[in-house]
Every structure is written in C-alpha cells, then in structure tokens.
C-alpha cells in the first residue's frame, strides 16, 4: 500500500464522519485555503478542486483527471458498462457499490437515515443529506455561471445544462434529448409501456419509487403535505413548496428578454418559448405544433374525442382537470378569484384577469394594428386574425371556417342538434353557454349589468349595451331603404315591416 493510500486509511477512522447522528450546524471539513467549512465530505472535496489540487490520476479513455485512484476506477465504469453489483431479488445491475445499497433498500423498505428535525426516514445517504438542507436552508452548490445555489450536486449539474445546452440522454426511439435522466426515463415509459413500479389499481408504470408512491396517492386520496398559511394539502411535496410561493410571493423563475417573473418552472419554460417561437409538441394527426404540453395534450383529446375528466356530482366529461375543476365550482359555488377594486368574484383565473384588465387597460400581448391589450398569448392570437381575416377552423359538416377553435366546436351542434346546457328549473337546453346563462337569470332575478347613467339593471350584457346607447344617442342599426337609424333589431325590423313592405 502507497503512504497516500495508507494516509486516507487511517483518516477514515480518526476523521469525523458524516452521518444520520451528525448535530445540525456541524461543519467538520475545514478548507486550508480559504477557510470555508461543510459538513459533508463529498462537497468539501469538491471545492477542494476549485483550488487547483493535483489530480494525479487520468482516465486513458476521456482524460478526466482525479485526486483518488478509487475515483478513477469507478468513472471507467462508464466506458467499459461493468455493473460487478447485481440485485440477487431482480437482478438489476449496478457500477457503484452506493447505487446498489440504496437499491436493496427498496426491496427491504429499509430506511436507515432519520431526520431529527421531522423525524422523516430516508434509504439513501444523499437524499437524506439533501433533505437536511430543507430544514437548514444551507445550498453549497453554486453555478459559475449566475450564481444561483442548489442544496445537491445533481440539481446544480442539471441546472448547468441549461446554460451549455447539454441534452446527454438521448431516445434512440424519436431522436429526442432530455436534460436528466428522470425525465428521460419517463419519456421512455411512453415508449415501451413499461416501468419496475406498475400501480395495482389501474396498471400504471412507473420508472422511480417515488414517482409511484406520489401515485398511489392519486386512489388513496392521502394528502401528506399541508399548507400552515390556508390548510390547502398535497400529495406531493413539490406541489406544496410550489404553492407556498403564492403565499410568499417569491417568483424565482425570471425571463431574461421582457423581466416576467414565474412562480412555477413549466410556466417559465412555456412563457420563454413564446419569445423563441420554439413549439417542440407536434400533434401526429394533423401536424399542428405547440409550445406547452397541457395544451398539446388537450388538442390530441379534439382528435380522439376523450374526456377522461368525469364530475362526481353530474356526470359531466371534460378533456383537462383544469376544465373538470372549474366545472366543479358552478356545484359549489366557489369563486376564489377576487377582485380587490370592485369585489366581483370569478370562477376561473382567465376570467379574473379578462376582468382586471377593464380597470388596468393593460396586458403583457398587445396589438400593434388596434392597440388592444391581452393577458394570454392564445387571446392575443385570435384577436390577431380579425385583422388579418385568417380562419383556420374550418366545419367538417357544411366548411364554414372560424378563427377560434372553440368556435367552430359551438358551431358544430347547430348540425348535431347537441344542447349541454340544460336549464334545472325547466328542463329548457341550449346550445350556447351565454345564453344558458342570461335564461338562468330569468329564475334568479339577478341582473348584473347595471346602467351607471340611472342605475337600471339588466340580466343579458346584449340588452344593456342597447340600453347604454340611449343616454350615448349612438345608432348601430341602419334601414337600408331609408337609412333610419334603430338601437335595437327588433325595432329595426318593425320599421321595415310598417314601412317598407307591401
């Protein structure tokens, strides 16, 4: 044995270890250089590197250099694919010796590491070391390149591909490339169907334990994860700490091209595709590209027809859960959209913000031909196309094309004679939402557009901006055999009858 080797050795019984029994703020590695403490190992050796340390021991395949020969011989794992620890339970196999401990563990439901603040137990070291950060706030991995801190090593590799552009895990099946192995994996299960972990209740696979824990859930109804500020609970703890954000108003994700913050990373992801123009979700039944895939998925449901998304309380179907969940709030009456200037309350966060932009007059999309503002992208394109006249929508049944999606979907029951809306005081169906809503207004009494000129209140937004034209004198509607003005078709075409027919 070399005295380095010998050194190291003897180290590992004098020196202190890190461990499940370490007390929290202990920081035992001690960098010589610049005095920087860590409580684990692996991150002190390294910032031992950033230093410049020799790394005496060279892979002949790549030239990646290391401080320990017991490194080296593990990276040419990678290139040779020896795997010399094999799982005697199912058979998987693996290059590092770590890897296959914590792998036996899912098997034995072992979980030797224990948090002492939470009490939560974990079966891998470095898990269990990354949860300890929750509780401390301590990230000791920075990027070079921003900045910005991570409390794991794989989060700050993962988030240096964003700068590099790096995608190592490609699909050999449709040529796509991911970022981390993670996503990788997942996208492979739509590939072959198949993952270790497959949900006993609706056969469901999945490619990591987790994964299929958060599942689970999903038939369980378990909501482990609680929300201290409004009780909200969650299944998963991501989704929490995500929904934290909304109380604490942080906003991490910022677009470098306009300053839009984002709470959620996705959002992020699918606001900056809006200035790249990148649309990578390509729908293979009519080759219609989109940059987001909730809305991807959506569209693929126009051709198929499913609506997985069923009410409990009418039986309803719908495409997304987002339609699903504000659906369910016309039975609970929730509207947990509030407006702070005028206290009308909303259903949907699309009509909230619609709404605010009556008081602001501004929005993030504006037209550059009218001017007309707009909260969200897909508006602010179907508005484009009044200008520019395009109709893309076009009806299978009699060809009339439409500018919006959903209105060639409306259209379509004028051929199919399907009424949704149906009416429980009377039984009566429509076909449009609108006028669903303004007949239900006939058993209510409620009339919510009230005249600021005399106070005058109507239930259908038509019969008051009629209205609104008689203290404004304006006249839409013109004879064309004498050119007599009218606020409203019906007197329009008594005139015509009295006047101007035989």
């Known amino acids: 044995m070399s005295r380095s080797s010998f050194n190291r050795h003897v180290r590992s019984h004098t020196a202190p270890k890190p461990s499940r029994y370490q007390e929290y703020g202990k920081k035992p590695y001690k960098c010589k250089v610049c005095g920087k403490a860590f409580s684990y190992l692996q991150p002190f050796q390294k910032h031992e590197s950033n230093h410049g340390i020799e790394?005496?021991?060279?892979?002949?395949?790549?030239?990646?250099?290391f401080r320990y020969r017991q490194s080296v011989r593990k990276h040419e794992r990678t290139h040779t694919g020896e795997k010399p620890y094999q799982c005697k339970q199912c058979g998987k196999a693996f290059r590092y010796h770590q890897t296959f401990q914590t792998h036996e563990r899912t098997h034995t439901g072992e979980k030797p590491y224990e948090c002492k603040q939470c009490g939560k137990a974990l079966s891998c070291p470095s898990s269990f070391r990354s949860h300890e950060r929750t509780h401390t706030g301590e990230k000791p991995y920075e990027c070079k390149k921003c900045s910005k801190a991570f409390s794991c090593p794989s989060s700050l590799r993962k988030h240096?591909?964003?700068?590099?552009?790096?995608?190592?895990?490609d699909c050999k099946e449709c040529g796509k490339a991911?970022?981390?192995?993670?996503?990788?994996?997942?996208?492979?299960?739509?590939?072959?169907?198949?993952?270790?972990?497959?949900?006993?209740?609706?056969?469901k696979a999945f490619n990591c334990p987790?994964?299929?824990?958060?599942?689970?859930?999903?038939?369980?109804?378990?909501?482990?994860?609680?929300?201290?500020?409004?009780?909200?609970?969650?299944?998963?703890?991501?989704?929490?700490?995500?929904?934290?954000?909304?109380?604490?108003?942080?906003?991490?994700?910022?677009?470098?091209?306009?300053?839009?913050?984002?709470?959620?990373?996705?959002?992020?992801?699918?606001h900056v595709r809006t200035h790249t123009g990148e649309k990578p979700y390509i729908c293979k039944q009519c080759g219609k590209a989109l940059s987001c895939p909730t809305s991807f998925r959506r569209h693929e449901r126009t051709h198929t027809a499913e609506k997985p998304y069923e009410c409990k309380q009418c039986g309803k179907t719908f495409s997304s859960p987002l339609g699903l969940q504000i659906h369910e709030r016309t039975h609970t009456g929730e509207k947990p959209y509030k407006c702070e200037k005028c206290g009308k309350a909303f259903v949907s966060l699309t009509s909230f913000r619609r709404h605010m932009m009556?008081?602001?007059g501004d929005g993030p999309y504006k037209c550059k031909e009218c001017g007309k503002a707009f909260n969200c992208p897909s508006?602010?394109?179907?508005?484009?196309?009044?200008?520019?006249g395009e109709k893309p929508y076009e009806c299978k049944i009699c060809g009339k094309a439409f500018s919006c999606s959903s209105y060639v979907q409306v259209h379509e029951r004028t051929h199919t004679g399907e009424k949704p809306y149906e009416c429980k005081e009377c039984g009566k169906a429509f076909i449009y939402r609108t006028t669903f809503r303004g007949h239900m207004r006939m058993h209510t009494g409620e009339k919510p557009y009230k005249c600021k000129d005399c106070g005058k209140a109507f239930s259908r937004p038509s019969s008051y901006r009629s209205h609104e034209r008689i203290h404004t004198g304006e006249k839409l509607l013109e004879c064309k055999h004498c050119g007599r003005a009218f606020n409203w078709p019906t007197s329009l075409h008594k005139h015509v009858m009295r006047m101007h027919t035989g």
């Open 358 to 360: 009556t008081h602001t």
């Open 210 to 270: 987790s994964s299929y824990r958060i599942h689970e859930r999903s038939h369980t109804g378990e909501k482990p994860y609680e929300c201290k500020q409004c009780g909200r609970a969650f299944s998963c703890s991501s989704s929490f700490r995500t929904h934290e954000r909304t109380h604490t108003g942080e906003k991490p994700y910022q677009c470098k091209e306009c300053g839009k913050a984002f709470h959620w990373l996705t959002t992020f992801q699918v």
């Open 160 to 169: 240096e591909r964003t700068h590099t552009g790096e995608k190592p895990y």
């Open 379 to 388: 508006s602010f394109r179907i508005h484009e196309r009044t200008h520019t």
């Open 55 to 65: 790394k005496s021991y060279k892979c002949k395949e790549c030239g990646k250099s």
């Open 178 to 203: 991911f970022i981390s192995l993670g996503s990788f994996q997942r996208h492979m299960i739509t590939h072959t169907g198949v993952g270790p972990y497959k949900c006993k209740e609706c056969g």
